[in-house]
């Protein structure tokens, strides 16, 4: 009896460890610890991304690196200031040497990336092959120059100028008008000196054809290598034509030469001087005689006013290239604007595509038919340029700069000499240009 009282008591003192003692002390023990929810996935920067293709160190690099360096500043300043939606713009880029296969080389490297969205160009032969791939493959092109076919024909390139020849034939107006202005005695007698590029033809073609409309006419033309050798037999022309002011359209060395060549024959300074706009600037500023010592009054078109505008765009040149330049460089020279205006053509539509389609879906073809039907839209006063206006007369004139004024070289600077004029839209018919088929 004893042992089995002894046995129940035994089970009963197990029983209450294991029922009552045991879950006591387990809940004291420390708890394993929950497993850790998944770290968020970073998040991805929203990045868009524009291309630059330009000639960095290669004949036209004077005026080209300028236009790079402004370009890049006005880029720069953007993301700087928080970009547009959390979006920024990576800029990529690339020297051409003006050589139009290393120009396709980079192009072919820029396009397949689908943020790509814009190409930036300046003018000429390399302009012109970004021009026909860009083109084939829908991707916006945003020369700093006009070239006719970027004006006429059927494609995705909007320049940031104006056509030359129409701006010529413009100036020529306004100078027929203000002849007090160069001391030129009317009526006025023009001749044309025109580099023997396409866009030097064209612009021939073109001025010569509008001129006559504000009763002013041509009395020579001549057609030079754009690096010429020997120029003495087409001043001679011009000396006998009697022409008291001189258009000149080719590059700086070759408006120096003609200047230097020019005044030993008695050319100038008999006749004044029109610099065709491609490079006014300080390069060929520094290469040309200073009115002081010599009287043949260089006069041009500009488009990059010197304002409070234009000096945001300094302290941004001066803060990323403040080592290259100095103030007086920026306030003589509108290569700085050509670059920043085309950056800000590219902003301007890529915010725009971004409130229509948002930016997973910029990308791609998608994103670039946004880009595209976007800038076509644009028609804005930057400030530190002239109207922009793509939206007025598209398509027949895809020049986007519609408002200059002129500027005259005294002392070694560029200085206006008048008011901003408007230069309209012409038809391909009124400037004598036959689109390609």
Partial sequence: MLLNSRVKVLCIILVTLLFVVFPLISGCAPKEAAPAAPSAKPTEPKVLKA???LDHSGPLSSATLVQFHGWMAWIKG?????GYKGVTIEPLWEDDEYKVEKAKTAYARFIPDPRCLTIFTTGGATSEAVWAMAKKDHIVHLPTYVEPMTVYEDSWSFGSGYQTGAGLANL???????????????????????AELSWGIQDSKTANKLAPKFGINFVANEVIPYTPSDLTAALLRIKQSGANLVIIETSPTAIARIVKDGTGLGVFPGAKVVIAPAYTGRGTASLLPQEEAWSFCPVALYRTPWN???????????????????????????????????????????KKALDEIGYEALQGATGREAVYKAVKTLNFEPGFYGR??????????RAGCHTVYP???TGGKWKPIGDWFEIPGYTAEEVDYTPKK
Wanted: proline share 5%; glycine share 8%.
């Fill in 51 to 53: 291309a630059s293709i």
């Fill in 78 to 82: 953007f993301n700087e200031a928080g």
């Fill in 172 to 194: 020529l107006q306004w100078i027929d008008k203000h002849p007090d202005a160069l001391g030129i005695k009317p009526p006025l007698k023009v001749a044309g000196m025109w």
């Fill in 308 to 350: 409070s505008e234009t000096k945001k765009l300094a302290d941004l040149v001066m803060k990323y290239y403040g080592g290259k330049y100095t103030v007086a460089d920026l306030e003589n020279e509108q290569q700085f604007g050509y670059g920043a205006i085309s950056a800000e053509l590219a902003i301007r539509a890529y």
């Fill in 388 to 397: 922009i206006n793509f939206a007025t007369n598209y398509p027949d004139w």
């Fill in 407 to 409: 500027v005259h070289l």
